[in-house]
């Protein structure tokens, strides 16, 4: 659920007021097809943020490299944690997908690298109770040259 202030909150001077004590929290994962072995539609949770408080997520960033020298397909999705294992579809509460299919030959890396980024809107924010997680989850085939990395910063207010 987004939240939309209306009129948007202002300051002392009457100016619009602008959201100026983020935190942020930044997670980092290295793997290979091994360490995840779901077969999309089908992705494992690899990572998780927990932001320890009623927050409002303002915006959350994702950048990705996948190598993938066998058939399948690889991915990495930031979402509200719903269990270990999901399945990648629009009932999925995702914020932001990188996909890739087979993009290399057998010892020829050739990575599909991602970037994104997503923003709830100047004055909005989408709120996340304490207690709730956010997750990076992944699939990929069961094969040790699957590579995949990917980085997930989360920027969020806290509420209470």
Not at 39 to 46: I, M
């Amino acid at each position: 659920m987004q939240y939309t202030f209306s009129p948007p909150p202002t300051g002392a001077s009457g100016s619009p007021y602008t959201f100026s004590n983020f935190y942020t929290r930044t997670v980092t994962v290295s793997l290979n097809g091994t360490q995840i072995n779901s077969t999309f539609p089908l992705a494992t949770q690899v990572a998780e943020i927990d932001l320890q408080t009623n927050a409002g997520l303002v915006s959350i960033t994702m950048a990705s490299s996948m190598t993938l020298p066998v058939a399948g397909t690889v991915g990495f999705y930031a979402a509200m944690v719903d269990g270990r294992t999901i399945i990648v579809n629009a009932m999925s509460r995702l914020f932001l997908s990188h996909i890739s299919g087979q993009n290399s030959l057998p010892g020829v890396p050739n990575p599909s690298a991602r970037s994104n980024s997503l923003q709830m809107g100047q004055s909005s924010y989408y709120r996340v109770n304490q207690g709730q997680t956010i997750a990076l989850y992944a699939s990929a085939p069961n094969d040790v040259t699957a590579l995949m990395s990917a980085v997930v910063t989360v920027y969020y207010i806290p509420l209470d």
